[in-house]
């Protein structure tokens, strides 16, 4: 037995009774299969799947900013700034404690908190 993925509207599409023969064609992941072909006693739809968004792409956006604005705030930047889609988290150091930042890409910190401790910092 496998969990058949047709979508939030796609089992709509086509009408289904106890006992119908079904085929289904899709893309078999690790606990579903992604239908992309359903026919039931003699009526067949195609099924889109949205495509899941590129997280990947980022406008862009210069790292130095981030760094400058950890520096003009009072820190002393650790490592390199991760990217993140619409900020960057840089560490830092100040008064012997170690921060969590998150700058965003024009260079305004919107947050900081204590590395590890959960709580965000003035």
Do not use: W
Request: net charge neutral; glycine share 10%.
């Amino acid at each position: 037995m496998v969990l058949a993925d047709l979508t939030p509207h796609g089992a709509d599409l086509v009408k289904l009774r106890i006992g119908a023969d079904v085929e289904l064609e899709g893309e078999r992941k690790p606990s579903e299969l992604k239908v992309t072909h359903f026919a039931c006693d003699g009526a067949s739809v195609t099924i889109q799947h949205k495509k899941k968004r590129d997280h990947d792409h980022h406008e862009p956006a210069d790292p130095a900013t981030a760094i400058e604005a950890v520096r003009s705030a009072g820190f002393e930047p650790i490592g390199t700034p991760r990217r993140k889609p619409k900020h960057f988290e840089i560490d830092g150091r100040r008064n012997g404690e170690t921060y969590e930042l998150h700058v965003e890409l024009g260079g305004r910190i919107r947050k900081t908190k204590r590395a590890g401790s959960g709580h965000e910092a003035a």
